[in-house]
C-alpha cells in the first residue's frame, strides 16, 4: 500500500505571495493532520482535520488554512508568505483522530521562500 | 504550559546501548511517542506508551516512563550504525490530535 503522499517536494516562493501544499493520507485513514519543522528543531501542529471538519488548530496566524475533501486528501494554504514560513511541511494521516490511532507522516514539502 | 525538552546530541559506538532521554510538562499527557528522522525524511512512529504505563518492550527498542518526574527515556539496544538519526519525543494530551515535539536527538553511531 501506498503511504502518505505530499506534493510538491520542493517549492521556492517569494515574500508576499501564496502557496497550496496537497496531501493524500493511507488509504482509509480519515484523519489528516499538519505540521510545520523549521530547520533544527522539532515539528509544531498547525491543524488536524477528521471526517473533513477541522478538530484542532495550532498557534498559526490566519494566513495558514487548510481544508480536507470527500475522499479524505487535504490542502495547507499559505497567504502573504513571510521569510519565517521558510520550512518542512509535514503531513500525517491516520484512521482516525483520538489519539490512539498511529499517525503516519509523509515525506515532507521543503517550502523556501526568498 | 506544554514542554518537551531533549539533549541535542548522543554519540555511541556501533554494539553498545543508546539512551535518550526527554522531559515533558504536560501534567494530562496520555500518550507518549518516539519518533525518528533519517536526512531529508519524514518522520517514522518507532513506538509509543500510554500514560498508565512505566514501561514497553519492542524488540532492540525499551521506553521507559517516570510519570512522577515526567521523564521518559529511550533505549536501543545493540546500536547499529544504521540507527544514526534523529530521534523526537512527542507527547500529546487527547486535545485535537495535537502532537508536541521535543527539538530532537541526533544520534551518531560511530563503528
Known amino acids: 500500500d501506498a503511504g502518505v503522499t505530499q506534493s510538491p517536494t520542493h517549492l521556492i516562493k517569494t515574500r508576499g505571495q501564496h502557496v497550496t501544499l496537497r496531501c493524500s493520507p493511507i488509504?482509509?485513514?480519515?484523519?489528516v493532520s499538519w505540521y510545520q519543522q523549521v530547520l533544527g528543531q522539532g515539528p509544531q501542529f498547525i491543524f488536524q482535520?477528521?471526517?473533513?471538519?477541522?478538530?484542532g488548530r495550532g498557534n498559526f496566524p490566519d494566513r495558514f488554512s487548510a481544508r480536507q475533501f470527500p475522499n479524505y486528501s487535504s490542502e495547507l494554504n499559505v497567504n502573504a508568505l513571510l521569510l519565517g514560513d521558510s520550512a518542512l511541511y509535514l503531513c500525517?494521516?491516520?484512521?482516525?483522530?483520538?489519539?490512539?490511532?498511529?499517525?503516519?507522516f509523509g515525506p515532507g514539502t521543503r517550502l523556501t521562500v526568498t | 504550559g506544554e514542554d518537551v525538552e531533549q539533549s541535542l546530541f548522543l554519540s555511541v559506538r556501533e554494539g553498545d546501548s543508546s539512551v535518550i532521554n526527554c522531559t515533558y510538562t504536560?501534567?494530562?499527557?496520555?500518550?507518549l511517542y518516539w519518533y525518528k528522522q533519517e536526512p531529508g525524511a519524514g518522520l517514522q512512529l518507532l513506538t509509543y506508551?500510554?500514560?498508565?504505563?512505566d514501561m514497553k518492550q519492542d524488540q532492540r527498542l525499551t521506553v521507559l516512563l517516570n510519570k512522577k518526574d515526567k521523564h521518559l527515556s529511550l533505549r536501543i539496544a545493540d546500536t547499529q550504525t544504521g540507527d544514526s538519526a534523529i530521534y523526537f519525543c512527542?507527547?500529546?494530551?487527547?486535545?485535537?490530535?495535537?502532537?508536541?515535539f521535543g527539538q530532537g536527538t541526533e544520534l551518531s553511531v560511530k563503528p
Open positions: 506508551i500510554f500514560s498508565n504505563m
Open positions: 512527542a507527547e500529546t494530551n487527547n486535545q485535537g490530535g495535537k502532537l508536541i
Open positions: 504536560d501534567s494530562s499527557s496520555t500518550y
Open positions: 488509504s482509509g485513514h480519515k484523519s
Open positions: 500525517a494521516s491516520s484512521l482516525g483522530g483520538h489519539p490512539s490511532y498511529e499517525q503516519y
Open positions: 482535520y477528521y471526517e473533513k471538519e477541522e478538530r
